[in-house]
């Protein structure tokens, strides 16, 4: 979500700046694109991962003792004793560091392939499809690294 929309709306706007000089002109005035456009819209991704990250896992939660009590007739004490017996603290502290650093490279490649089209406008739509592209991969990828530390660290529980 924060790649696709979030990512693709970060390059745009910077790719539509770039090829009509509006970066070349803050430079000129002495205003550093980076400074005033890039590292605002890349703490704003981290955060809205972040906190997107935390109410999926609470409506999740919530919805699984949902389903598990109304739906299927079963019971709220018999959820929260699988539910303790199965989680733990550090699974939620890791999610949230994965959402910290996936909102930080979905904000960064987003806003390199939108400071860096090809091409017109024909180059920043190329841009923003990269973008999406490149951090779909490099997420998957750094999940899969720090899934395989976590797991080395912590040991799964109720195994």
């Known amino acids: 979500l924060i790649a696709g929309a979030g990512g693709s709306a970060i390059c745009a706007d910077l790719g539509s700046r770039k090829i009509r ?17 890039v590292v605002p819209r890349v703490l704003a991704t981290m955060a809205v991962a972040v906190l997107l990250n935390g ?70 739509g190329d841009a923003v499809n990269q973008s999406v592209v490149i951090t779909f991969m490099l997420l998957f990828f750094v999940n899969m690294v720090l899934t395989g530390i976590y797991l080395q660290i912590v040991p799964p529980k109720g195994g």
């Open 55 to 124: 109410m999926v896992s609470v409506v999740g939660t919530l919805g699984g003792y949902f389903f598990n009590i109304v739906l299927q007739g079963g019971t709220p004490g018999a959820y929260l004793s699988s539910f303790s017996a199965l989680a733990q603290l550090p699974d939620l502290y890791i999610s949230e560091i994965k959402a910290l650093i996936f909102g930080f490279i979905a904000g960064i490649v987003a806003a390199y392939r939108g400071l860096n089209p090809r091409g017109g406008p024909k180059g920043v």
């Open 21 to 37: 000089e509006e970066l070349d002109a803050m430079e000129v005035m002495g205003v550093s694109p980076v400074q005033r456009l």
